[in-house]
């Protein structure tokens, strides 16, 4: 299998690190998972020695090569999972993705995601993205549900994108989050960038941050929870999520953003939510064979609606 072979000689300061976090600072391309499963494959050498440990420990000075393999392609498969489609015609069809299930394929998810279901209820899709994400165009974060768009063909598939890409495709999202906001109306314009420590988190922090603004306007409050909508201008991994934990304002059940794991309000006390309140509650764009502007939307789910209606919200327009 084709790969590169990276070469480092450890500082005397890495005395006492461990091996796959040595290398992840040096690798910042490669995901800790991918290090740790060349590491367990024999693709390490410390000292012309095959290291299989991610958790060895360097005493500083010693000679590491790692043969970075490429990873197999990943191609999804169909699969039997229910949908809920919103819209569908010739070119794309809009779906009502529940919390819970991933978009598309990847290192370490190969069934059981969105992919798989759109391929066995539609066969063929846009092949644009890849056989990996066949259809789509955009993606939505595993706990967040809601209006998702789905290309049935490159035509359509491209003229979609440059949508997004030229920011012409309208979002609206509902979120709950915890504490009351300043203002009603405000648009947070702060860099999103990978988090260097917790690679599974973004953050506000880094300078070299890629641009990245959120539009919010307050909908309702009760207690110490604000309901609103966002519209986000931009796509950033986790936009909203990071936009509002900066603010110390985190969406109700995300915890990876610092949400409390206990909600409490009129001396209640229950567990948070297990997804967090994010809903994409509509898309406006404009279909890509007709140029006709198409709105769709999908009402927010059961599960969210009953923790409004718990917390003393009416429930959103």
Same mark, same amino acid.
């Given at each position: 299998?084709?790969?590169?072979? /990276?070469?480092?000689?450890?500082?005397?300061? $890495?005395?006492?690190?461990?091996?796959?976090?040595?290398?992840?600072?040096?690798?910042?391309?490669?995901?800790?998972?991918?290090?740790?499963?060349?590491?367990?494959?024999?693709?390490?050498?410390?000292?012309?020695?095959?290291?299989?440990?991610?958790?060895?420990?360097?005493?500083?000075?010693?000679?590491?090569?790692?043969?970075?393999?490429?990873?197999?392609? +990943?191609?999804?498969?169909?699969?039997?999972?229910?949908?809920?489609?919103?819209?569908?015609?010739?070119?794309?069809?809009?779906?009502?993705?529940?919390?819970?299930?991933?978009?598309?394929?990847?290192?370490?998810?190969?069934?059981?995601?969105?992919?798989?279901?759109? +391929?066995?209820?539609?066969?063929?899709?846009?092949?644009?993205?890849?056989?990996?994400?066949?259809?789509?165009?955009?993606?939505?974060?595993?706990?967040?549900?809601?209006? !998702? +768009?789905?290309?049935?063909?490159?035509? $359509?598939?491209?003229?979609?994108?440059?949508?997004?890409?030229?920011?012409?495709?309208?979002?609206?999202?509902?979120?709950?989050?915890?504490?009351?906001?300043?203002? $009603?109306?405000?648009?947070?314009?702060?860099?999103? $960038?990978?988090?260097?420590?917790?690679?599974?988190?973004?953050?506000?922090?880094?300078?070299?941050?890629?641009?990245?603004?959120?539009?919010?306007?307050? !909908?309702?409050?009760?207690?110490?929870?604000?309901?609103?909508?966002?519209?986000?201008?931009?796509?950033?991994?986790?936009?909203?999520?990071?936009?509002?934990?900066?603010?110390?304002?985190?969406?109700?059940?995300?915890?990876?953003?610092? /949400?409390?794991?206990? !909600?409490?309000?009129?001396?209640?006390?229950?567990?948070?939510?297990?997804?967090?309140?994010?809903?994409?509650?509509? !898309?406006?764009?404009?279909?890509?064979?007709?140029?006709?502007?198409?709105?769709?939307?999908?009402?927010?789910? /059961?599960?969210?609606?009953?923790?409004?209606?718990?917390?003393?919200?009416?429930?959103?327009?």
């Amino acid at each position: 299998m084709p790969g590169r072979l /990276a070469k480092f000689a450890a500082p005397a300061e $890495a005395c006492g690190h461990r091996l796959d976090h040595f290398l992840a600072a040096q690798l910042p391309d490669l995901s800790r998972t991918r290090l740790q499963q060349l590491i367990r494959q024999g693709q390490a050498t410390v000292d012309a020695q095959v290291v299989r440990r991610p958790a060895a420990r360097l005493r500083g000075g010693e000679r590491i090569e790692l043969n970075v393999l490429e990873p197999p392609p +990943l191609e999804a498969a169909p699969e039997d999972i229910a949908l809920r489609v919103l819209y569908e015609d010739d070119d794309l069809a809009v779906i009502d993705k529940p919390a819970g299930l991933v978009v598309h394929v990847g290192a370490g998810v190969r069934r059981g995601t969105l992919v798989n279901a759109l +391929l066995h209820r539609f066969g063929r899709l846009s092949s644009a993205g890849g056989p990996a994400r066949p259809g789509i165009v955009h993606r939505l974060d595993k706990p967040t549900s809601g209006v !998702l +768009l789905v290309a049935k063909n490159d035509a $359509a598939h491209r003229h979609l994108a440059e949508q997004f890409r030229w920011r012409e495709v309208e979002k609206r999202y509902v979120a709950l989050v915890h504490g009351r906001l300043p203002r $009603a109306h405000d648009v947070i314009r702060l860099p999103v $960038a990978r988090d260097l420590v917790r690679r599974t988190r973004m953050t506000t922090r880094r300078r070299l941050g890629r641009e990245a603004a959120t539009e919010y306007r307050v !909908l309702e409050t009760a207690g110490s929870f604000t309901l609103l909508e966002a519209f986000p201008y931009t796509g950033r991994t986790h936009q909203v999520r990071v936009h509002f934990s900066s603010l110390g304002h985190p969406l109700v059940g995300d915890t990876l953003y610092g /949400a409390p794991r206990l !909600l409490r309000w009129n001396n209640r006390s229950q567990p948070t939510l297990d997804r967090i309140f994010l809903h994409a509650q509509r !898309l406006r764009f404009r279909h890509p064979r007709t140029g006709e502007p198409l709105e769709v939307s999908a009402p927010l789910p /059961a599960e969210l609606e009953a923790l409004l209606r718990h917390l003393g919200f009416k429930s959103p327009k």
